[in-house]
């Protein structure tokens, strides 16, 4: 599979919720047209979760891979109501913990996405605080529908995905001909690969996951799930803590999805321009040029001197795109950027990417000039690494699409398109797309809608960025209010989730509570380790 050089693999809404799956594999570790579908909240799903402790457990046989980690593979229920039915393969992996006469028991993580997480999972390892890897065993699973778990698959090989949706643009549509071409190809890609009747895309929703999450904590032996979770994963622990509220341990969630407004559609929106998320980049992308324009050229490439000099420079740069794309990248990785490449290179998820985001722009602008340019520098280990296994796009939005309702209508994204536009300018123009291809997908039989608010046995640690371009923070106050016992620590920073745009202060909070359950008192805040452009 040839990925995109400039916007990474899997572009379509990759500036949401996908970046944290990125976190993984880089460092830590990117109402519907159907007949009426079941959802499942309240005493319903409380008693599928009840139902889930009487089922046998499953059995893990653990065996040795990749140096000092361990393998295997379990075996659950295709629909946990009806746990004797069909089944699914999940692959497990960990790492035990490195100071045994001191364990705590295990830690489940989540890198986010929705996506495959084992894939980049020994490499992240690494950068686990110590402490963690320490006191417990690190815990990671590919939900079922990626990777090597029992997997949504409609295409044969990456390569023959890719040549399917080469019609379409990069990132979002610009104008009457893109938009035509965009909504064409989807629509023949939801066909193919959204079919009726598929039994796993019936039950690929987060809450599927949350309880299989369930039976692997009982089937490693821990009577509480410790967990952390960025991004979407985060929205994977607030489904689990009001599945299963008394078996919550400690739980850490980093860059926090509201749950409320993910799984209700009554507003008609696509699920991220309903959250917000056109906003939250906007305002982030504001401060990157901002703050660029404040910078030495040695900092920051594209500064033009002061904020409001940049902030122009950027605009006439989109208009020059749109009306004469450039070719970037080096052969064989070559591709034609215009409009939607101009503004999905920025980075503005990872704090320490700016400056390589900003040689990028500055390019392109030596390029629309006429002007030849140097290739941009590229930091250490920042290339896009080979895919172990198939992670297809109809993944993704098998379990988006199952969760969070979006229009059936293709002509309400361009509705959705202009007002986003209209209050965020166009960083907006992705929020309002990305979730278009569900426009004809089934929204899943077994998803979860609340209650939110159920008293756990243990308080939830929130942690959030006040600048997160993904998952804003005034989500995290919300959910803060939402659930029943949590305590959100602030972050005065930018970029999406904290672990990937570091705070020493904020680790050492995290780190105490996971170790000793202790939350940091109410209202603390702390700030990011590094200034941008610094």
């Known amino acids: ?102 364990r705590i028991g295990s830690l489940f993580v989540n890198g986010g996405g929705p996506g495959p997480q084992l894939a980049g999972f020994t490499a992240a390892y690494g950068r686990v605080p110590a402490a963690w890897r320490a006191r417990y065993d690190i815990v990671d699973f590919d939900p079922r529908g990626f990777g090597q778990s029992t997997a949504v698959r409609c295409f044969p090989t990456a390569d023959a995905e890719s040549a399917f949706l080469a019609g379409a643009p990069i ?22 690969c959204a079919k009726p009747g598929d039994a796993l895309l ?9 309880r299989d999450m369930d039976l692997l904590r009982q089937a490693v032996g ?22 299963f509220p008394s078996k919550v341990g400690r739980m850490a969630l980093d860059g926090v999805v509201d749950p409320a407004a993910w799984t209700d559609g009554k507003d008609g929106l696509p699920s991220f321009v309903r959250e917000g998320n056109d906003q939250a980049s906007a305002a982030v992308l504001r401060d990157f040029l901002g703050l660029c324009g404040k910078a030495a050229v040695s900092a920051c490439a594209f500064s033009a001197g002061t904020p409001a000099a940049t902030r122009a420079k950027y605009d006439t740069l989109l208009r020059r795109l749109r009306r004469h794309p450039v070719t970037m990248g080096t052969p064989p990785d070559t591709q034609t950027c215009g409009y939607a490449c101009g503004v999905l290179s920025v980075p ?27 290739a941009a520098k590229r930091q250490a280990g920042a290339g896009d690494p080979a895919p172990e296994t198939y992670s297809g796009r109809e993944q993704y939005f098998a379990t988006v699409c199952s969760d969070s309702p979006n229009p059936s209508d293709p002509r309400a994204y361009e509705t959705a398109a202009r007002l986003a536009y209209a209050r965020s300018g166009p960083s907006a123009l992705d929020s309002a797309w990305a979730t278009e291809p569900c426009a004809g997908w089934p929204l899943g039989k077994s998803r979860y809608t609340g209650p939110w608010n159920r008293r756990t046995a243990n308080p939830i640690l929130l942690l959030n960025n006040t600048e997160d371009p993904a998952t804003s923070y005034r989500q995290a106050v919300t959910v803060s209010r939402t659930l029943a016992r949590a305590r959100l620590l602030t972050v005065e920073g930018y970029g999406h989730t904290v672990f990937s745009n570091p705070s020493s202060c904020a680790m050492d909070h995290e780190t105490r509570y996971l170790l000793t359950g202790v939350l940091p008192s109410a209202g603390a805040v702390c700030k990011q380790d590094t200034a941008p452009f610094s």
């Open 1 to 102: 599979m040839r990925t995109n050089r400039l916007l990474g693999p899997g572009t379509v809404g990759a500036r949401l919720l996908r970046p944290a799956t990125a976190v993984w594999a880089a460092g830590l570790l990117a109402a519907v047209a159907v007949p009426a579908v079941l959802s499942q909240s309240g005493d319903r799903a409380a008693a599928t979760a009840a139902a889930s402790e009487s089922r046998t457990t499953p059995v893990l046989r653990w065996r040795s891979c990749d140096g000092d980690f361990e393998c295997a593979t379990a075996r659950l229920p295709l629909d946990h109501q009806n746990p004797g039915g069909r089944t699914v393969s999940v692959a497990v992996m960990r790492h035990r913990a490195t100071d045994t006469a001191h």
């Open 171 to 192: 990132g979002f549509p610009v104008g009457a001909r893109e938009t035509s071409a965009w909504v064409r190809t989807w629509s023949r890609f939801t066909a193919r």
């Open 202 to 210: 019936q039950h690929v929703s987060t809450a599927d996951v949350a």
């Open 222 to 243: 821990d009577p509480t799930l410790n967990y952390v979770g960025l991004s979407y994963g985060t929205l994977l622990g607030t489904t689990y803590a009001n599945l």
């Open 348 to 374: 503005l998820g990872s704090v320490a990417t700016w400056p390589e985001g900003a040689g990028l722009l500055q390019q392109m602008w030596e390029k629309t000039s006429g002007r030849t340019t140097t």
